[in-house]
């Protein structure tokens, strides 16, 4: 390998033209806020032609609705029947889930759809109330109002917090801040949804063994010593036999869908409807809640009336609302958006983050102002809603038609639905949060993430829902910090009869350069990093330095540090690279820089850092460097 240390064979680092401040900003502003480059279409385009793509941006009905016709509709209106066949016994135990008259459920299911069919991008997504977000929603404003005696202030706050999660939703659209709900990890995710799914299944015992004074907190404990303290007087068997009854039937009609996806996938999402049509009129037949079985009640007739007047906009509800808005609106956002991207996956079209927080937080702040409570994007629904063969957001449409027809005809014959039927129906619908599946496959590829996906889980199942979400936010920052305040480093060493030098650990058969210590550092050198990164260098000298007198070998002459995986480094990170510089020094160690990226070695340079150094020890890959650092050494290798 003498050739190889001819110095005409070595290519010298290239450094990159020098770009402004104003051109370093519009870059990295571009790159943050505009990475798909939303206004190409618009480039080079008359007034008439842009102003029709801001409205088909704004409205994508306006495109896809070019090419409507017969068959998209007849598809779009089988699934839109079958999802309203869903949707319907759901929202009014979702409204129960968040302490609301069973209405406000149905009043969601109708106004949030027709928004979300003119402004939405997803084809499959079906909105509605959703468990976890009813839960979440129900028990923020719990803190704040009793939902029983303080009825008026209950229902104030909701819409106050609607409408704030509304904005929430479309302003972090607008200002093109959606990367900002990725930060809640996959797997807290899928532990804060096990969580809340356990949580919401546990809250339906009120409903399921007819107990009438039930613990308003949500953590297991408190539920089950309020389960176990009334099981000689507080449960009515004839509401658990009903419960029991439906809830098997349920689960079987669950499993039969499952086990035939593509021929009844029907059967589980029209179930819960005839479990309440046939729980209803064996009450009514049999007077059962003459005896101890709870049930419906009255539902008010009519389409949603305006709350406009009930939305506090300054002041401590203002206050309050917001606060539970944020929270409930992000939850809400993270759910629709990855429901939207699985399908969009499925169906393989792309699905625009931006416009879909935008289309979520206007048709949330105008159901705020038509008595609604916070909607967004049902797994269950949207699921069904995909088998059902949807081809247009108009299924949603069809099933708010059939919501308001609801509101408008039907409600009376839901005065003798037993709340177990709810309970059941809920209970039914949530255990599909739990994924055991993900979870298993979470530990087995990174015990980090399941230790995220166990603290959200147990956080919302011991504590409360607001408790685990912020245990899953925590966890999953924490996530993000670890790697940037200890980054990997790896000694390298080369593999017999190349210039390819790797880690020693993945690749035992790798040979140590003697004379040479080589260090590669996987992460960008930060204030937050740069102490660590010079200590574990030295470190790893010092460790090599310890083996060398133990075994009598070369002492080290050069340590060669690759930068290929470093993609940024700082002014902190600078000056701990020249102390390092300063401390080899001492010992007598020369240093070389192997492939620097553009932004690094721009930022070294203007540092005065390579000057520094010496040019000269700058390298293209850690191969040049052992030939330009060690020639001798580099041929007997």
């Known amino acids: 390998m003498a050739n190889q240390s001819d110095s005409s064979c070595v290519h010298k680092v290239g450094f990159p033209p020098r770009r402004s401040l104003a051109t370093d900003f519009t870059r990295?502003?571009?790159?943050?806020?505009?990475?798909?480059?939303?206004?190409?279409?618009?480039?080079?385009?008359?007034?008439?032609?842009?102003?029709a793509l801001g409205l088909r941006f704004l409205f994508p009905a306006l495109e896809w609705g070019r090419d409507y016709n017969l068959s998209k509709l007849k598809g779009d209106i089988i699934a839109g029947l079958t999802i309203a066949s869903l949707c319907i016994p759901q929202d009014i135990g979702y409204a129960k889930l968040a302490n609301m008259d069973p209405q406000y459920g149905l009043y969601s299911s109708f106004v949030p759809p027709l928004v979300y069919a003119v402004m939405g991008s997803s084809r499959d997504i079906a909105i509605g109330p959703v468990a976890v977000v009813s839960l979440l929603l129900g028990a923020l404003l719990q803190n704040e109002f009793d939902p029983v005696t303080q009825?008026?202030?209950?229902?104030?706050?909701?819409?106050?917090?609607?409408?704030?999660?509304?904005?929430?939703?479309?302003?972090?659209?607008?200002?093109?801040?959606?990367?900002?709900?990725d930060f809640l990890s996959h797997a807290a995710i899928v532990g804060f949804m096990g969580g809340a799914a356990i949580t919401i299944a546990l809250q339906q015992l009120k409903g399921f063994l007819g107990i009438k004074k039930f613990t308003k907190n949500t953590d297991i404990v408190s539920v089950m010593r309020s389960v176990w303290g009334s099981v000689e007087h507080g449960w009515n068997w004839q509401t658990m036999l009903i419960g029991s009854a439906f809830l098997a039937f349920l689960?079987?009609?669950?499993?039969?869908?499952?086990?035939?996806?593509?021929?009844?996938?029907w059967v589980p999402a029209i179930a819960p409807l005839i479990s309440v049509i046939l729980a209803t009129l064996l009450v009514y037949v049999t007077r059962a809640d003459k005896h101890g079985v709870q049930i419906v009640k009255k539902i008010e007739k009519g389409i949603n009336p305006s709350s406009v007047d009930q939305i506090r906009f300054a002041g401590s509800f203002a206050a309050k609302g917001f606060r539970i808005g944020v929270v409930a609106g992000m939850v809400a956002l993270t759910e629709a958006v990855a429901i939207g991207r699985t399908f969009a996956a499925m169906?393989?079209?792309?699905?625009?983050?931006?416009?879909?927080?935008?289309?979520?937080?206007?048709?949330?702040?105008?159901?705020?102002?038509?008595?609604?409570?916070?909607?967004?994007?049902?797994?269950?629904?949207?699921?069904?809603?995909?088998?059902?063969?949807?081809?247009?957001?108009?299924?949603?449409?069809?099933?708010?038609?059939?919501?308001?027809?609801?509101?408008?005809?039907?409600?009376p014959l839901f005065e003798y639905t037993p709340n177990a039927?709810?309970?059941?129906?809920?209970?039914?619908?949530?255990?599909?949060?739990?994924?055991?599946?993900?979870?298993?496959?979470?530990?087995?590829?990174?015990?980090?993430?399941?230790?995220?996906?166990?603290g959200a889980f147990f956080g919302v199942v011991f504590t409360s829902v607001e408790i685990g979400l912020l245990v899953a936010v925590s966890i999953s920052l924490a996530k993000i910090l670890l790697p940037v305040t200890r980054p990997r480093t790896a000694l390298l060493g080369n593999l017999p009869g190349t210039l390819i030098y790797r880690n020693v650990e993945q690749y035992p058969e790798a040979i140590r350069v003697p004379g040479v210590l080589i260090v590669r550092v996987d992460s960008a050198i930060y204030f937050s990093n740069s102490n660590y990164v010079k200590e574990r260098i030295l470190r790893w000298l010092r460790e090599e330095e310890e083996q060398q007198n133990a075994n009598d070998l070369p002492r080290v002459d050069f340590l060669i540090?690759?930068?290929?995986?470093?993609?940024?480094?700082?002014?902190?990170?600078?000056?701990?690279l020249k102390e390092l510089h300063r401390g080899l020094q001492k010992r007598d160690v020369q240093l070389g820089i192997a492939n620097p990226g553009a932004v690094v070695v721009e930022k070294l340079r203007l540092a005065e850092f390579i000057e520094l150094i010496g040019q000269e020890k700058l390298f293209l890959t850690v191969g040049e460097a052992v030939i330009g650092c060690a020639p001798k050494v580099s041929e007997d290798v």
């Open 28 to 51: 990295g502003l571009k790159e943050t806020f505009f990475a798909d480059d939303p206004l190409r279409p618009y480039k080079d385009q008359p007034r008439s032609k842009q102003l």
């Open 151 to 181: 009825k008026e202030e209950f229902r104030r706050l909701a819409f106050t917090a609607t409408f704030f999660a509304g904005v929430t939703q479309a302003a972090l659209g607008f200002l093109r801040l959606g990367f900002l709900i």
């Open 251 to 265: 689960l079987a009609a669950r499993y039969i869908g499952k086990k035939k996806k593509q021929q009844l996938f």
């Open 347 to 411: 169906k393989d079209y792309q699905l625009d983050g931006n416009k879909e927080m935008v289309a979520l937080g206007t048709m949330n702040m105008l159901g705020s102002m038509t008595s609604c409570y916070v909607t967004t994007g049902s797994f269950s629904r949207s699921a069904v809603n995909y088998m059902a063969g949807c081809r247009t957001t108009v299924s949603n449409v069809v099933m708010s038609l059939v919501v308001m027809l609801t509101l408008l005809v039907l409600t």
């Open 421 to 454: 039927i709810l309970s059941s129906i809920i209970i039914s619908a949530v255990l599909g949060l739990i994924d055991y599946e993900a979870a298993y496959l979470i530990w087995k590829v990174d015990r980090f993430d399941f230790m995220a996906c166990m």
């Open 561 to 576: 540090i690759d930068m290929s995986p470093v993609t940024d480094v700082d002014t902190s990170g600078i000056h701990a």
